[in-house]
């Protein structure tokens, strides 16, 4: 089994068509004669990925053919996030804080000498300070002053073993100081062996692997291949 440092980045030739990337729960429902509804979870929810891509050049094509021999079957796992959640929902609003202009009619650049500020968003660097499981709720630090937490944005982090990742389920707004405290989110969170820990909030990932028998890479002469497959999370133990 590969280790979580050894997990495989997804292609950079993504063009996800159609993805559903859900949680899944295994759960235990049982009715009362009183008319009550007692629901236990049975084991650790675990999200699921099913994706499907639109049409590919054969180069494309050739890069996911490459990616699928390194995954070998599900012997390699990957870290997958949401084509569709990429970054926090307010993400591009948060603008680097600098003030560049130029008049495109006469500024020209040498591409061999031109550098540019790669700050792509002012959003600080937020890390993972506390973790209530029971709660279920996380705290953060380190975000700008204004950063915004919304409803659906994912998060995720390493502790060593595993790549934990939960989905927030409420809205918050960083402090003036950059400080988020008691972020409800789901599933129930698992704290890390020390803080702080750095959290992704950019293509927000946990470690995958994928069903085999899923893949699908059908060609044809009438149009480009377009790439499928499914996956499920795995969680080691610690």
Same mark, same amino acid.
Request: hydrophobic share 40%; aromatic share 8%.
């Given at each position: 089994m590969s280790s979580l440092a050894a997990a495989i980045a997804l292609p950079d030739v993504l063009r996800a068509r159609e993805a559903s990337f859900e949680l899944s729960r295994a759960e235990s429902v049982n009715p009362a004669l009183g008319g009550t509804v007692d629901a236990?979870?049975?084991?650790?929810?675990?999200?699921?990925?099913?994706?499907?891509?639109?049409?590919?050049?054969?180069?494309?094509l050739q890069a996911w053919r490459a990616w699928f021999l390194k995954l070998r079957g599900g012997q390699n796992t990957f870290l997958a996030w949401d084509p569709w959640a990429e970054r926090p929902f307010d993400w591009p609003a948060s603008t680097d804080p600098d003030s560049v202009t130029a008049d495109s009619t006469v500024v020209t650049a040498d591409s061999t000498a031109h550098t540019a500020d790669e700050t792509k968003y002012g959003w600080g660097n937020p890390r993972l300070t506390a973790v209530d499981a029971s709660a279920r709720t996380i705290s953060l630090s380190d975000f700008a002053a204004g950063a915004t937490i919304k409803a659906g944005d994912p998060?995720?982090?390493?502790?060593?073993?595993?790549?934990?990742?939960?989905?927030?389920?409420? #809205?918050?707004?960083?402090? +003036?100081?950059?400080?988020?405290?008691?972020? =409800?989110?789901?599933?129930? !969170?698992?704290?890390?062996?020390?803080?702080?820990?750095?959290? #992704?909030?950019?293509?927000? +990932?946990?470690?995958?692997?994928?069903?085999? =028998?899923?893949?699908?890479? !059908?060609?044809?002469?009438?149009?480009n291949g377009q790439v499928s497959f499914a996956a499920y999370q795995i969680i080691r133990s610690v």
């Open positions: 236990f979870e049975r084991a650790t929810p675990r999200f699921t990925l099913e994706y499907q891509s639109g049409p590919l050049k054969p180069a494309e998060i995720s982090w390493d502790d060593g073993t595993n790549r934990r990742r939960v989905v927030a389920v409420a #809205d918050a707004t960083a402090s +003036a100081s950059g400080v988020i405290s008691g972020l =409800a989110v789901e599933p129930a !969170p698992v704290a890390p062996s020390s803080y702080p820990v750095r959290v #992704d909030l950019y293509r927000a +990932a946990c470690e995958m692997r994928v069903d085999p =028998a899923s893949i699908r890479i !059908p060609l044809n002469y009438r149009t």
